[in-house]
């Protein structure tokens, strides 16, 4: 396994581990990075990867301190979550761009869960260009209402799966149609799928679509 320097990531998560499954980075050919909720550990989102089932996938999960990515809500001022938000954007970031330098950004899927999608959505967006793929599993950009959304950079094509409910207690159905109005503005191809009464979690129908997600890179794209 390539080891992932963490130590240079400024705040509260610099030095936090990151845990893999999967093919080893410096074989594989495609990367899933994979970012979890708030209270959740990177050895419980790595679970997915059994779900995905593929063999020459890499599959990478940045650890919170704490196990938690910033202390309040995604909706709150992002003053309030500072020094947090910039450490685990800084995190994330590290990790995706030392997968991007393995396999290629183009084949480097960004995956959340809750908190995670929320921070998975904005780092994207913040560093707009081809990448493999983005999935958010209930979350939605950073920041409160209003924000302004003015990200540089071209998705070009990068396909995105937004699922949520339409009753989620942490997330407003509101931030999600924005979300993927944002994403779409930057070039990204998005599939919203939104479910009626689900609550708060992950169905087997956004497993089944990050699956083939993640399958249609490792066979490299359509």
């Not at 590290?94 to 908190?115: H, I, K």
């Not at 707009?128 to 920041?143: D, H, P, T």
């Not at 169905?203 to 490299?220: I, P, Q, W």
Request: proline content about 5%; aromatic content about 6%; some cysteine.
């Amino acid at each position: 396994m390539t080891d992932i320097d963490t130590k240079s990531v400024d705040g509260p998560h610099g030095g936090q581990p990151v845990r893999h499954a999967g093919a080893d980075l410096t074989e594989a050919t495609a990367a899933v990075v994979m970012v979890h909720g708030r209270g959740a550990t990177a050895r419980s989102i790595l679970g997915m990867a059994g779900e995905f089932g593929t063999d020459s996938v890499a599959y990478l999960a940045p650890s919170a301190a704490r196990n938690t990515w910033y202390p309040h809500s995604f909706m709150e001022e992002t003053s309030k979550n500072q020094p947090h938000l910039d450490s685990a954007l800084g995190f994330v970031g590290s990790v995706v761009e030392a997968a991007a330098d393995a396999v290629g950004a183009e084949n480097v899927l960004v995956l959340g869960f809750s908190q995670g999608a929320c921070l998975a959505s904005e780092w994207v967006a913040r560093n707009a260009r081809r990448y493999g793929g983005l999935v958010g599993f209930s979350g939605g950009l950073i920041g409160p209402e209003g924000s302004p959304r003015e990200y540089d950079g071209d998705l070009d094509g990068t396909p995105a799966f937004l699922g949520c409910s339409d009753v989620d207690p942490h997330i407003p159905l509101e931030r999600v149609t924005e979300t993927t109005e944002v994403l779409e503005g930057l070039g990204a191809e998005v599939d919203e799928r939104i479910y009626e009464g689900m609550g708060h979690g992950v169905n087997e129908d956004e497993l089944a679509a990050a699956k083939g997600m993640v399958t249609s890179l490792e066979l490299g794209g359509e």
